[in-house]
């Protein structure tokens, strides 16, 4: 199972954090598609972009639309 096949999974939501500790808005940008996220999953992803202080990726994730 590939992370392109389940928008949500594990891979992906790895890659996501992992994304967002570098700093990678790119990625981030990438990695969240056009998915929507569950605010469970935007609080957390927005709390780490927060804790790492990037702007860019921050504002890249208060822009991810919701469920």
Do not use: C
């Amino acid at each position: 199972m590939s992370s392109k096949s389940v928008p949500h999974s594990i891979a992906n939501m790895e890659g996501l954090q992992s994304s967002i500790v570098r700093g990678e808005a790119d990625r981030v940008v990438e990695l969240l598609g056009s998915q929507k996220l569950d605010e469970l999953q935007k609080s957390y992803l927005l709390e780490l972009a927060e804790l790492n202080g990037n702007a860019e990726v921050i504002k890249v994730i208060k822009q991810a639309p919701t469920k």
